[in-house]
């Protein structure tokens, strides 16, 4: 069963890493993307991926176009702006030292 | 997302929706596609109303994006009241108007910078003395003057420039339409001071002065003459000149209101020599840095050196030199715009006429906020909803200022229109007075300003006191006191008693100026104008009186015409000379005014004779030394004396004494001045050693079967047909005369329509009040009457507080009246602002219109069927 709990603190983190290798994802496509590489643990709920996308495009992280989907309708497809990038950096940095910091708390207790 | 996306989707609002919904049913249709189940996909997504606001709110400007919303909602609103919406709009449109074309005509002549370089550092040197009957101020100073301030060491630059002064073309160019062109004579440094360039050619260089006849031409005659080529010939003037060069585009002289186009050097003006002919206007630039005080204590100190010996001849009395001197001084007037007589005459007029206009503005804004606090009143459960479901005070207040805001920006644009008609409309009827103002009113930049200024003034204005009552609507949100009433039908008496106020005011301004106009109208000048033409006549060369005296006798054959005089210039045409007299015994002297007229003239012109018979032989073979005088120089001199042969001296500037006999006595005529008395006047044969050789005059033609503009063609043939002779112009008696009225007879226009203005405003408020009072109290009315209280008794309670709101706005107004008519004294004739008829009419009129604009509301209110209205309750 996917978790969405299991998300807290990382969504910005896992969005901004998708868009970084399949750039031009649309919202279903994102979601799918994630939960397809964290091999069903996560899964990403409309409610909280629209509104991140929101806040992210409206930070200047991302960047959004409309393009045509193979049946035809419409979709906005994101991709990550320059600011996007240096933020991806920073995120990894921050969930690096804090999963280092975790793995620490573990072995030493 | 910068900030240019986020306005184009501001602007865009319903394309974004258009695209947020297309994202949400996209990913709808591919999670079914997919096998999800659609509402469990729905439930993931919340609510469709939130989805949209917030994805919207993630793509605009939100601060933009609700302000359109509000305004939107506002236009919706006024739209919905389209009655009260078009009242509002009319109000406020004829009162913008009115500002607008008060802003443009003020603008044109008064504040619109010379097109020259550093327009602020121009000024204007204006002289003044302080005698009986002669002016306070005047601008113009003798060429000889000019030249003996302009060779003073001085940190300026000084130039002069005649007043510009329509000259018939001697040979006029092809394809011109017009007869005249206006000819200015101007100081060498004058293009060098203003810092002009030419356009075509060259101006004048200092090789051109004292006199080549040469000239420089503005750029618009240079178009209407084809554009002629540089060294052509025109035949403007005495002589023909040679055109040298064209000003820039803009260039029409330094006087606004009589504009220049062509541009003479000074010594070709007529008697530029004599310093006893105050013809030019001087200038100045100031150099930077240089103190305009000392320089004005230099200039004066010259000015007056040259006056005191200008005035030590022996035609003047040494009393009135010592006065005169003593008197005199010299001020340094800013010209950043120019100066000119236009300005003089009118300047005062047209800060009456923006006093008016901003009153009226006042009135009308009073009135919208009037109507739109009675709507805010009725708003205020709706009021009182928005604020508790969180909008803000200051988004409630933003509601109200755009309604307001879309009022003034319909009511300006409507403005816009009527100034467009209102401002030429009033320069025609200045035109139709005998007084011609050729303004520029083009629409620029400080205009287009002025108007949006007045479209933020009058937004604020008018949702003043209505943006209260909604601020406190918020803070009361919900509740129902009964103080919320109160407190809102005290700002509408407060709006009352504005209303009343301002409209007494302006009724008691409009009282004064059309009294002042009705009197100077009805002023007895001594003399019927009615039927009499003036035709100018100007001859090629000097010509003798006999030839003169035919001239006369020739325009007498015209068929239609009864009588024929000659003159220096119609009566109150404005010009006139005085001379030093001596008569009596014993021995008196006086400042007399002399005319040079021809035996019929009296009979003419409907001037009784009280004496004598004139000059008793004509023209030709008149007298030189039988003069008539009028009723008041043989009161002065001759008390009870007989008259007739007494003797009377003029006494010329060298002191020359020439004598006169007099010849006859006839009635007294207002002869420069309508405002002013008859002067003391001596009447001298226009032939003999007074009056030889002339190139000007008047014939007065009075036609036998009541004179009319027919009159004129055969009188000009007639005059032409000699040859020697060519009219210059041809007026009747009587426009003549309108002259003088011409800046009472608009402001008296501009009364009456201001004063009719302020009162329809001020009866549509008072019936937008009553009706609002009426309507707010419909139910306890009805519930009294239905108990039997008496109407008169339930309508005193009912406007106790409007009444004396309204009475209160009278007296305040009747007692401001007086202040405003005292800075009109200048502007008056023969009125005061203490007459109690002043104080009157006002109140009357005020009272009048309150009582039409209650009336049907009253009627209404006391016809109410208690039972009906209750039912309908």
């Keep these: 069963m996917p978790r969405t709990d299991a998300l807290i ?62 049946n035809g309708r419409r979709a906005r497809a994101y991709r990550l702006t320059r600011a996007g990038k240096k933020q991806l950096a920073a995120e990894e940095e921050r969930w690096l030292s804090l999963a280092e910091a975790v793995r620490q708390v573990l072995r030493s207790v | ?129 302080s005698l009986p009957e002669w002016p306070t101020r005047w601008t113009r100073l003798s060429y000889p003057g000019y030249l003996r301030l302009e060779r003073l060491d001085t940190p300026a630059t000084l130039f002069a420039t005649t007043v510009p002064h329509a000259h018939p073309w001697t040979v006029r160019p092809p394809g011109t339409p017009r007869e005249t062109v206006e000819i200015q004579y101007v100081s060498s440094s004058f293009f060098g001071a203003l810092g002009l360039a030419p356009s075509v050619g060259r101006l004048f260089a200092e090789d051109d002065f004292p006199d080549a006849p040469r000239a420089v031409i503005t750029q618009a005659l240079w178009r209407q003459l084809g554009a002629p080529q540089i060294g052509t010939l025109l035949h403007a003037g005495a002589e023909p000149v040679e055109l040298v060069g064209v000003t820039g585009p803009a260039f029409r002289g330094v006087a606004p209101g009589d504009p220049s186009e062509i541009f003479l050097p000074a010594g070709r003006a007529p008697g530029v020599e004599l310093a006893g002919r105050n013809s030019f206007q001087t200038f100045l630039r100031l150099d930077p840095g240089a103190s305009s005080d000392v ?62 206009a901003a009153v009226v503005l006042l009135i009308a804004c009073v009135n919208v ?173 000097e010509q003798p009186p006999a030839l003169w005296s035919a001239l006369v006798e020739h325009t007498r054959t015209v068929p239609g015409v009864e009588r024929v005089a000659m003159t220096d210039w ?156 060519r009219v210059r112009g041809i007026e009747t008696q009587k426009q003549v005369v309108q002259r003088q009225t011409a800046v009472e007879r608009l402001l008296a226009l501009l009364a009456t329509y201001f004063g009719t203005a302020s009162l329809l405003l001020f009866a549509l408020g008072l019936y937008g009040v009553l009706h609002f009072l009426f309507a707010r109290r419909r139910r306890e009315l009805s519930l009294r009457i239905a108990l039997g209280g008496r109407g008169v008794r339930l309508l005193r309670d009912v406007l106790a507080r409007t009444g004396l709101a309204a009475t209160l706005g009278c007296l305040a107004g009747t007692a401001l009246g007086p202040l405003a008519g005292r800075g009109l004294e200048a502007l008056l004739f023969d009125v005061s602002s203490r007459d109690p008829a002043s104080f009157a009419t006002p109140i009357a009129l005020v009272a009048l219109a309150g009582a039409v604009a209650a009336g049907p509301v009253l009627r209404r209110a006391l016809s109410t069927d208690p039972a009906e209205s209750l039912r309908t309750e």
């Excluded at chain 1, 868009?19 to 909280?48: C, K, N």
């Design chain 1, 9 to 70: 603190g990382s969504l910005d983190l896992l969005v901004l890493k998708t868009l970084a290798s399949r750039p031009g994802l649309h919202g279903y496509a994102l979601m799918t993307a994630i939960q397809v590489a964290s091999e069903d643990a996560l899964r990403v709920e409309e409610g909280s991926l629209y509104p991140a996308l929101r806040r992210m495009e409206e930070a200047g992280w991302l960047s959004a176009k409309w393009v045509q989907k193979d």
């Design chain 2, 1 to 129: 997302m910068g900030w240019i996306t986020r306005l184009q989707r501001t602007l865009r609002s319903r394309r974004l929706e258009r695209d947020l919904d297309e994202e949400l049913s996209s990913h709808l249709e591919e999670a079914c596609e997919r096998g999800r189940d659609p509402e469990e996909v729905q439930r993931a997504f919340g609510s469709a109303l939130r989805w949209r606001e917030e994805g919207r709110d993630a793509h605009v400007l939100v601060w933009l994006d609700t302000l359109l919303l509000d305004a939107k909602l506002g236009l919706r609103r006024l739209l919905a009241a389209r009655g009260v919406t078009t009242v509002m709009v009319v109000s406020l449109a004829l009162a913008t108007g009115s500002c607008l074309a008060a802003y443009q005509l003020a603008d044109a002549l008064l504040l619109r910078p010379l097109p020259v370089d550093r327009p602020g550092q121009l000024r204007a040197v204006a002289f003044g003395a």
């Design chain 2, 295 to 356: 320089l004005q204590a230099q200039l004066f100190d010259t000015w007056r050196r040259f006056e005191a010996e200008r005035w030590n001849v022996p035609g003047i009395a040494p009393d009135l030199r010592r006065a005169y001197l003593a008197s005199a001084h010299l001020r340094l007037e800013h010209a950043r715009a120019g100066a000119s007589a236009a300005q003089d005459d009118y300047g005062r007029a047209l800060a009456v006429l923006s006093g008016l």
């Design chain 2, 369 to 541: 906020a009037h109507l739109m606090t009675s709507q805010a009143l009725t708003r205020q459960r709706e009021l009182s909803l928005r604020a508790a479901l969180g909008a803000g005070r200051l988004r409630l207040l933003r509601m109200m200022l755009l309604e307001s805001a879309w009022l003034s920006l319909a009511a300006v644009l409507c403005g816009s229109l009527l100034a467009r008609w209102l401002a030429p409309a009033l320069l025609g009827q200045l035109a139709s007075s005998g007084r011609f103002l050729d303004l520029d009113l083009a629409v620029n930049a400080r205009v287009l300003l002025f108007a949006a200024g007045l479209a933020i003034v009058v937004s604020v204005l008018c949702a003043l006191v209505p943006a209260g009552q909604v601020r406190w609507a918020g803070a009361a949100a919900g509740s129902r006191s009964e103080s919320r009433t109160l407190r809102g039908t005290r700002a509408l008496d407060g709006l009352l008693f504005g209303q009343v106020f301002f409209c007494t005011t302006v009724l008691f301004v409009a009282g004064l100026l059309i009294t002042s106009f009705g009197r100077l109208t009805a002023t007895e000048t001594g003399f019927d104008a009615e039927g009499v033409l003036a035709v100018q006549v100007r001859a090629e060369d």
């Design chain 2, 570 to 725: 119609p009566l109150l045409s404005g010009s006139g000379t005085t001379h030093r007299v001596e008569a009596g015994a014993p021995r008196r002297e006086a400042m007399v005014e002399f005319l040079c007229v021809s035996s019929e003239w009296p009979e003419v012109l409907g001037i009784p004779r009280l004496e004598g018979s004139g000059f008793a032989k004509g023209i030709a073979e008149g007298s030189a030394s039988a003069v008539l005088i009028n009723r008041s120089f043989a009161r002065h001199f001759f008390a009870d004396q007989p008259t007739l042969g007494q003797a009377l001296w003029h006494i010329d500037l060298d002191g020359r004494r020439i004598e006169y006999a007099v010849s006859g006595v006839v009635g007294d005529v207002r002869q420069n001045d309508l405002r002013a008395p008859p002067p003391l006047a001596v009447y001298v044969p226009c032939a003999g050693e007074a009056d030889e050789r002339r190139r000007h005059a008047f014939l007065l033609v009075r036609g036998s079967e009541g004179t009319g503009p027919w009159l004129a063609e055969p009188l000009r043939s007639a005059v032409e047909e000699t040859g020697m002779f």
